[in-house]
Each structure stands twice: as structure tokens, then as C-alpha cells.
Nanobody
Framework: QEQLVESGGGLVQAGGSLRLSCVLSGYIFNSNIIGWYRQASGKQREPVAVWRNRRNAESDRFTLSRDNAKNTIHLQMNSLKPEDTAVYYC?????????WGQGIQVTVST
């Protein structure tokens, strides 16, 4: 069964950094669409950094990388702001199916 397992969330002060990791099992690690979404309380889920057909979509503060030897992707988040507080989800799309991790909380304090 395909799985996405996130780690690395937690509490950080504004201006700090966190790195999230996601281990993707099976063939979904090689999906053409893979990355991270987030959902803040009371808001819709939104993309944070997503590879689409090997092309990056990142912001100046967030960087997506992958470790092929470990079937893992990382989201490096710098200069965090309180508005970055959300549940972050690892995501992949493959062969018409959506795959989501269980979500991990990131809280940025002032």
C-alpha cells in the first residue's frame, strides 16, 4: 500500500527555519506531480511547493528537494512567519490518483 509519512514539524519562532521530510513508498515517489500543500485553520488547502513534471514551483522562502536514495522529499522553510502556521501535507498525483500524507503541524509564534 502506498504511503506518505511526514516528519519535522513543530513550533518555531518567527524568522526561524524548519525542514519537513516525507518518505514516499512504492512507485509514487516517481510521480510527475509531487510536493507539499498546507491548510491553515478555517482556510482552504493550498499548494506550497510542488514539482510538476520536474519543474519546480517554489517561493523565495521555501525550497523543495529530494533524496532519491531514501525515497524522500524535503521542504526547507526559512524566514517563517506566523501566517505560515498550518497543517502541512505531503502530496503526490500518479495515474489519476491523489495521495496524501496524514499532515503535520507547523506553528510559528510571534
Amino acid at each position: 500500500q502506498e504511503q506518505l509519512v511526514e516528519s519535522g514539524g513543530g513550533l518555531v519562532q518567527a524568522g526561524g527555519s524548519l525542514r519537513l521530510s516525507c518518505v514516499l513508498s512504492g512507485y509514487i515517489f516517481n510521480s510527475n506531480i509531487i510536493g507539499w500543500y498546507r491548510q491553515a485553520s478555517g482556510k482552504q488547502r493550498e499548494p506550497v511547493a510542488v514539482w510538476r513534471n520536474r519543474r519546480n514551483a517554489e517561493s523565495d522562502r521555501f525550497t523543495l528537494s529530494r533524496d532519491n536514495a531514501k525515497n524522500t522529499i524535503h521542504l526547507q522553510m526559512n524566514s517563517l512567519k506566523p501566517e505560515d502556521t498550518a497543517v502541512y501535507y505531503c502530496y503526490a498525483w500518479n495515474d489519476g490518483r491523489h495521495y496524501w500524507g496524514q499532515g503535520i503541524q507547523v506553528t510559528v509564534s510571534t
